[in-house]
């Protein structure tokens, strides 16, 4: 399911949660009813009020709230909300910031997020609740899995695939025709230049691994 217009609920009252809010309001057509969070840090977010926690979801969607926005940054936790929330019948819309740049052959799954700036090349396809976030490129042919994360001025060259739940450290560059592996993470400013294998952590110029990457771990949104 999908929706461009009508109120929507954001999921989440953090950091990643207010980029999203701007990027919601510079497309036009959502009308934000407030945020879900476990643990707000306020009662407010630019004078949204957050309406409670998960337990408050089935009550939006009776009440006529049919769509939502996963704001979280843990890889993990988002598409787990996710797979609630499309259980729950909310729709998911893709949020593309208008000062973004997406490739009219490229294809963007349910929940996906893509921020100003960030550049979306040819024949590339975003997974579902992916977020593709500030100023960062991926270029033609790539593949970016499910719940994974690009975090802001990353740059990934042609022809990668990065999988379910990865993340691609700040200012990282990524050369062609790499693969990393579901759930890796890429640290800030790392040159990756060969492929990255699942669950593993690399970092530095040129990456190498660092450690592994506990089961369970989500990677964290870099905003």
Same mark, same amino acid.
């Given at each position: 399911?999908?929706?461009?217009?009508?109120p929507?609920?954001?999921i989440?009252?953090g950091?990643?949660a207010?980029?999203?809010?701007?990027?919601l309001?510079?497309?036009?057509g959502f009308?934000?009813v407030?945020?879900?969070?476990p643990?707000?840090?306020t009662?407010?977010?630019?004078g949204?009020?957050v309406l409670?926690d998960?337990?408050?979801?089935p009550?939006?969607r009776?009440g006529g709230?049919?769509?939502?926005?996963?704001?979280?940054?843990a890889?993990? &936790?988002?598409?787990?909300i996710?797979?609630?929330l499309?259980?729950?019948d909310? +729709?998911?819309?893709v949020v593309? =910031?208008p @000062? %973004?740049?997406?490739?009219?052959?490229a294809?963007i799954g349910?929940?996906a997020v893509i921020?100003?700036?960030?550049v979306?090349?040819t024949?590339?396809?975003?997974g579902?609740l992916?977020i593709?976030?500030?100023?960062s490129?991926?270029?033609?042919?790539?593949?970016i899995?499910?719940a994974?994360?690009?975090?802001p001025?990353?740059t990934l060259?042609g &022809?990668?695939?990065?999988?379910?739940?990865?993340?691609v450290?700040?200012?990282? +560059?990524v050369?062609p025709?790499? =693969?990393? @592996? %579901?759930d890796a993470?890429?640290?800030?400013g790392s040159a990756?230049?060969?492929?990255v294998?699942?669950?593993?952590m690399v970092g530095?110029?040129p990456?190498?691994?660092l450690r592994?990457?506990?089961v369970?771990?989500?990677?964290?949104?870099e905003s």
């Open positions: 399911m999908s929706a461009s217009s009508g929507i609920v954001i989440g009252a950091g990643h207010k980029v999203v809010v701007e990027a309001r510079a497309m036009g009308e934000i407030g945020f879900v969070d643990d707000p840090r009662v407010t977010v630019f949204i009020p409670g998960d337990e408050v979801l009550g939006l009776r709230v049919a769509t939502a926005v996963v704001a979280l940054g890889n993990k &936790t988002r598409q787990r996710g797979e609630v499309i259980a729950l909310f +729709a998911l819309p593309v =910031h @000062g %973004a740049l997406v490739s009219p052959t294809e349910e929940g921020m100003a700036r960030a979306i090349g024949l590339t396809r975003i579902v992916a593709i976030n500030t100023g490129i991926v270029e033609h042919d790539n593949e899995g499910v994974a994360h690009i975090a001025g990353a060259a &022809t990668v695939t990065v999988g379910e739940r990865a993340l450290g700040v200012g990282s +560059a050369r025709n790499i =693969h990393i @592996g %579901a993470i890429v640290g800030a990756v230049i060969a492929d294998p699942a669950r593993t530095g110029v990456a190498r691994p592994q990457v506990p369970g771990t989500g990677g964290r949104a």
